[in-house]
């Protein structure tokens, strides 16, 4: 079954268009990645989703229930978990999740409960009676996540949820959203975090409010194949136009440097360097990531640059 539907979901700021008639679909138990730069289009993606924002054209869906006809029915069906925090820091973790199940009808003995067993289930029981505000930013995370599971959503939307947090929380989440699959879950992740991305399922690529790239991380570098050769001068223009005369390659300029893909890098990087000794400053050889998908898609890097 499909557990969230894009289709052709457009919105616009004014005169910015923050989402450009994006399509996507994400199965029942994925963990769906939506990645892209600050102002790629991924935030207000999420917002459609969460029913805090309407689109101005196109539909989106949670479990087949339209996100706009059927907002209230969306809105028991989801999990959701902000980048800004949304605890009291002057309350305990329990009274912060009672007062969340309470927002959803629950109460007595069944939420009681149902605290409990998500205070176990992200391993804070013992600070069950601390305010919030002592707590890391790690442990933040984990009551976040909580209060967001406490009525058992079947879908789990989540903003940026490794924004600060050091590795090690980092790798709790992913185990705790990989425990949550296996219950049946369905969770979509913004970041725009390489390394957080290639965790994924499957990933959407945004950039300027337009689907750029859809498909397994592992697939999306597939594309690429080979190496990638990044190489620093102080004349890039001039040495593109050296390299496709020397080679018949047409190698982007990208962020002032000059990116070739060969499926032989790192026997054509010592011919590179021969046929231009006195041009080159430095040349990096790798494997393909998620960032040259990006670059190839996009003809620019992935931090937010100038329009």
């Known amino acids: 079954m499909i557990a969230i539907g894009v289709d052709s979901v457009s919105r616009a700021y004014g005169e910015r268009r923050a989402l450009d008639a994006v399509s996507f679909a994400v199965e029942e138990r994925e963990i769906f990645g939506l990645l892209g730069p600050n102002g790629g289009g991924k935030t207000t993606l999420f917002r459609v989703l969460a029913t805090m924002v309407l689109p101005d054209a ?11 006809r059927r907002a209230s029915e969306v809105r028991r069906l989801i999990g959701v978990a902000f980048q800004s925090p949304s605890l009291d820091g002057k309350l305990t973790v329990t009274e912060n999740l009672t007062y969340q199940g309470r927002l959803y009808g629950m109460g007595g003995a069944a939420l009681r409960s149902r605290v409990r067993e998500m205070l176990e289930r992200v391993g804070l029981p013992d600070r069950a009676r601390d305010r919030v505000e002592t707590l890391s930013g790690g442990l933040k995370r984990r009551v976040e996540l909580a209060k967001a599971l406490l009525h058992r959503p079947r879908v789990l939307l989540l903003d940026e949820p490794s924004s600060a947090l050091d590795p090690g929380a980092r790798r709790d989440l992913w185990f705790q959203l990989e425990a949550l699959r296996r219950d049946g879950v369905t969770s979509l992740v913004t970041t725009h975090l390489m390394e957080e991305a290639a965790r994924c399922d499957r990933l959407a690529i945004l950039d300027r409010g337009r689907l750029v790239a859809l498909g397994a991380p592992a697939a999306l570098t597939a594309e690429i194949g080979g190496d990638v050769l990044t190489v620093d001068t102080a004349d890039p223009e001039g040495l593109r136009e ?5 080679f018949g390659i047409d190698a982007p300029v990208v962020g002032g440097r000059l990116r070739i893909e060969r499926q032989d890098g ?17 040349v990096t050889l790798g494997k393909p990531t998620l960032e040259d998908v990006f670059v190839r898609k996009t003809g620019h890097r992935f931090r937010s640059e100038p329009r």
């Open 58 to 68: 196109g539909q989106a869906s949670i479990l087949d229930r339209d996100v706009v």
């Open 242 to 246: 050296g390299v496709r005369g020397r």
């Open 266 to 282: 790192a026997s054509f990087l010592p011919q590179l360097v021969a046929a231009f000794p006195d041009r080159i400053a430095s």
